[in-house]
């Protein structure tokens, strides 16, 4: 799934160093999929999950919220798709 992108046109991409991830930053090591205006930060305007570029999560809650987004989803606490 991890596939390593070598377009070498595009590379400017900065660290933002000094600015840990929004759940990092809160010591907070789960995500509650209850928590839905929490959650709601981290997605689109559609409900899409934003990429991590976009989010400033690290990888490990850009999973967390992955999960709880769909758990949320699933749960109907938030839509899948709008249109
Ligand atoms: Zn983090």
Same mark, same amino acid.
């Given at each position: 799934? /991890? ?7 595009? +590379? ?6 000094? +600015? ?6 809160? +010591?907070? /090591? ?12 981290? %997605?689109? /305007?559609?409900? +899409? ?19 709880? %987004? ?11 798709? %709008?249109?």
């Amino acid at each position: 799934m /991890e596939s390593n992108n070598n377009n070498n046109k595009e +590379k400017r991409q900065q660290r933002r160093r000094g +600015k840990p991830c929004y759940f990092c930053k809160n +010591k907070q /090591e789960t995500i509650d999929y209850k928590d839905i205006f929490r959650i709601k930060k981290f %997605v689109s /305007e559609r409900f +899409k999950i934003l990429p991590r570029r976009m989010s400033g999560t690290c990888s490990k809650h850009q999973r967390a919220i992955a999960i709880a %987004v769909k758990r949320a989803r699933h749960l109907a606490l938030i839509p899948f798709t %709008v249109d």
